[in-house]
Nanobody
């Protein structure tokens, strides 16, 4: 079992930046894919970014060129650097482990893998 704890959420103005962190513990060596998801006011869940054990990275279309996912060398922390933030980036951001492989990663359901409790990001115009 993998335990995940997100931090770094805050309220910022449009155009600003935030860096989210996700601390991991437990059976992280079994994890082949980690990802960030978000859920906005309409409660629609969206895949933001994922990184797999081979270092392959994918981003959701709406964040390409603005967000960067990364891990530390020990793979104990997952990060999401968010630049040029927009009001539509507002929502609860979740870190998760064991996302579905390949192009299906963004369809990983909430009842699959391990999820953190979320960290709130609010972007004002």
């Amino acid at each position: 079992q993998v335990r995940l704890v997100e931090s770094g959420g805050d309220s910022v103005q449009a155009g600003g930046s935030l860096r989210l962190s996700c601390g991991t513990s437990g059976d992280t060596y079994k994890t082949h894919c980690m990802a960030w998801f978000r859920q906005g006011p309409e409660k629609v869940r969206e895949g933001v970014a994922r990184i797999d054990s081979n270092g392959e990275i994918d981003y959701g279309e709406s964040v390409k060129g603005r967000f960067t996912i990364s891990q530390d060398n020990a793979k104990k922390f997952l990060y999401l650097q968010m630049n040029m933030l927009k009001p539509e980036d507002s929502g609860m951001y979740y870190c998760m482990a064991d996302c579905w492989p390949g192009s299906s990663w963004s369809k990983t359901p909430f009842n699959f893998g391990s999820w953190g409790q979320g960290t709130q990001v609010t972007v004002s115009s």
